[in-house]
């Protein structure tokens, strides 16, 4: 059964950074594109990016971009959101997730949420001062 795991969330001053991981098992990792997500309170989930089966494409979306920075490491079966420039509108509950499909991109849109099966527990990432 694929599992995701989440890490790095916690409490951090606005323009400081944080570095979530999501430690995947239970499936062959590097055939499959990873999404980060968040949810906030009182808000609908949206995706935040996400990443080909080989690190070689890359996602975001308009609110985080030049900001956040998404990677992965096959070996490992993890991937990363480096997160630097924090706002208070960042802070939501953040999660990983797996595509349905192998070896598939969303060429011209930002992953939809729709199309991934698997979803870490979340961790949560408040910026605050």
């Known amino acids: 059964q694929p599992q995701l795991v989440e890490s790095g969330g916690g409490l951090v001053e606005p323009g400081g950074s944080l570095r979530l991981s999501c430690a995947a098992s239970?499936?062959?990792?590097?055939?499959?594109?990873i999404g980060w997500f968040r949810q906030a309170p009182g808000q609908e989930r949206e995706v935040v990016s996400c990443i080909n089966s080989r690190g070689g494409n890359t996602a975001y979306a308009d609110s985080v971009k030049d900001r956040f920075t998404m990677s992965r490491d096959n070996a490992k079966s993890t991937v990363y959101l480096q997160m630097n420039g924090l706002k208070p509108e960042d802070t939501a509950v953040y999660y990983c997730?797996?595509?349905?499909?192998?070896?598939?991109?969303?060429?011209?849109?930002?992953?939809?949420?729709?199309?991934?099966?698997?979803w870490g527990q979340g961790t949560q990432v408040t910026v605050s001062s």
């Open positions: 239970g499936f062959t990792f590097g055939y499959y594109t």
């Open positions: 997730a797996r595509d349905r499909v192998q070896q598939r991109w969303f060429y011209g849109a930002v992953c939809p949420a729709t199309e991934f099966a698997y």
